[in-house]
């Protein structure tokens, strides 16, 4: 089993930042791909940006290239997002994901943590 626990997550204001950790324990040496999901209250889960094993190539949602950073701890399967220039449009649960391949699509993910909320306020 994998578990994923994420932190960081709280209240600020627009054009603040923020930075999510997530991380990972159990039997991780087949999770070769890890990313972060969110999803606003009465809208679907979307991608907003995924990570390699080796840490070397992040890839991310349009919407929040420039703002938003992933990356991977080289000593243990940990994984953040580093979030600036917030708007309110980004509140919503930001949640943690792995499975085999990284790809943009949820469906392809098999491990999740519980998620951790974000509120950016005007």
């Known amino acids: 089993q994998v578990q994923l626990v994420e932190s960081g997550g709280g209240l600020v204001e627009a054009g603040a930042s923020l930075r999510l950790s997530c991380a990972a324990s159990?039997?991780?040496?087949?999770?070769?791909?890890m990313a972060w999901f969110r999803q606003a209250p009465g809208k679907e889960r979307e991608f907003v940006a995924g990570i390699t094993r080796s840490g070397g190539r992040g890839y991310y949602a349009d919407l929040v290239k420039g703002r938003f950073t992933i990356s991977r701890d080289g000593a243990e399967t940990t994984i953040h997002l580093q979030m600036n220039s917030l708007y309110p449009n980004d509140t919503a649960v930001y949640s943690c994901?792995?499975?085999?391949?990284?790809?943009?699509?949820?469906?392809?993910?098999?491990?999740w943590g519980q998620g951790t909320q974000v509120t950016v306020s005007s």
């Open positions: 994901a792995g499975g085999v391949l990284p790809t943009r699509d949820a469906r392809n993910y098999i491990y």
């Open positions: 159990g039997r991780t040496s087949s999770m070769y791909g």
